[in-house]
C-alpha cells in the first residue's frame, strides 16, 4: 500500500465512515452495542467512524450487516444513504 494515499481516496474512505456513523445512529445503535455485534472494541468503530483507520472488507461485511445495510450501499458513491428496510430476499440468511 502507498504510504500517501490520493485525496480522492481518503474522501472516499471518510464518507465509508460517514455512512457507518449514519448508519449506526439510524438503527439507534451506540458504538459499543455495534462494537459488541461484530465482536470489536468501541475504540475501533470509533476509529472506523473519524477514518482515524480503515477496516478490511471483512469488517466492512461485519458492519454493513450488522447495521442492516448492504455492502453495496455502504460503499456507493452517492453521498446519500438511503436507509429503508433491507427486504429479507437482500440479506443472507443466518
Known amino acids: 500500500m502507498p504510504e500517501k494515499l490520493p485525496d480522492w481516496v481518503v474522501a472516499r474512505c471518510r464518507v465509508i465512515g460517514e455512512r457507518i ?3 449506526r445512529r439510524h438503527r439507534e445503535l451506540s458504538q ?4 459488541n455485534l461484530i465482536a470489536v472494541d468501541r475504540r475501533t468503530i470509533h476509529r472506523y467512524e473519524t477514518m482515524q483507520r480503515q477496516p478490511a472488507l471483512s469488517m466492512l461485511v461485519l458492519i454493513a450487516d450488522a447495521l442492516e445495510i448492504s ?3 455502504l460503499m456507493a458513491a452517492s453521498n446519500e ?3 429503508r428496510e433491507a ?3 437482500e440479506r443472507p440468511s443466518s
Open 81 to 83: 444513504l438511503d436507509m
Open 71 to 73: 455492502l453495496a450501499e
Open 87 to 89: 427486504r429479507a430476499d
Open 21 to 23: 456513523r449514519t448508519a
Open 32 to 35: 459499543e452495542q455495534l462494537a
